[in-house]
Each structure stands twice: as structure tokens, then as C-alpha cells.
């Protein structure tokens, strides 16, 4: 897979803070940054929909909230952004 063809991070960060937005969570702003804020709005939703309220994207709720679960190369690019 070549570079450009894995979805940028942010991109996808910001996909899920909107989806969160739009099931009545508040995950701060959307600019793609996955702050506290926005892991903690991930674990409210997990825990109002009865999945395991970890505060981490994980397939089931990625599925319910209709976004996309982060690649492996997308998860080491976020953990490289949150280190700077």
C-alpha cells in the first residue's frame, strides 16, 4: 500500500469527532486531534450504547457509529502526533 493511499489520521479523528457530535457527544472541536475531550465523549457514547467503555475506537464502536476504524498505519501516525 503506498502512502497516499492510507487516510490521513486527522482526517479520520475528525470523521469520528463529528460522528460523536451528531449522536449528542461533545468531543471539543474537530480538527482531527484526538484530545481528552474527545476520548472522553468516545466513552460516554460507548458505555449510553452498551459497549465496553474504553475510550478507544475499537471495531464495535466504529460499526455503531458509522466511521471507519483506524489502519494500523493511521494508529502509529496518531501516537507519533500525540508525542509532539
Known amino acids: ?3 497516499q493511499d492510507v487516510p ?3 482526517d ?3 470523521k469520528l469527532q463529528e460522528a460523536l457530535k451528531a449522536e449528542g ?3 471539543g472541536s474537530t480538527d482531527g486531534f484526538m484530545i481528552r475531550k474527545t476520548r ?4 460516554a457514547f460507548q458505555k449510553a450504547n ?6 478507544k475506537l475499537d471495531e464495535p464502536t466504529a460499526e455503531k457509529l458509522g ?3 483506524p489502519t494500523q498505519a493511521n494508529t502509529k501516525q496518531i501516537k507519533e502526533e ?3
Request: charged share 45%; no cysteine; hydrophobic share 30%.
Open 1 to 3: 500500500m503506498e502512502k
Open 8 to 10: 490521513n489520521a486527522r
Open 12 to 14: 479520520e479523528i475528525k
Open 25 to 27: 457527544e461533545d468531543p
Open 40 to 43: 472522553a465523549a468516545l466513552k
Open 50 to 55: 452498551g459497549l465496553k467503555a474504553s475510550g
Open 67 to 69: 466511521v471507519q476504524k
Open 82 to 84: 500525540e508525542k509532539n
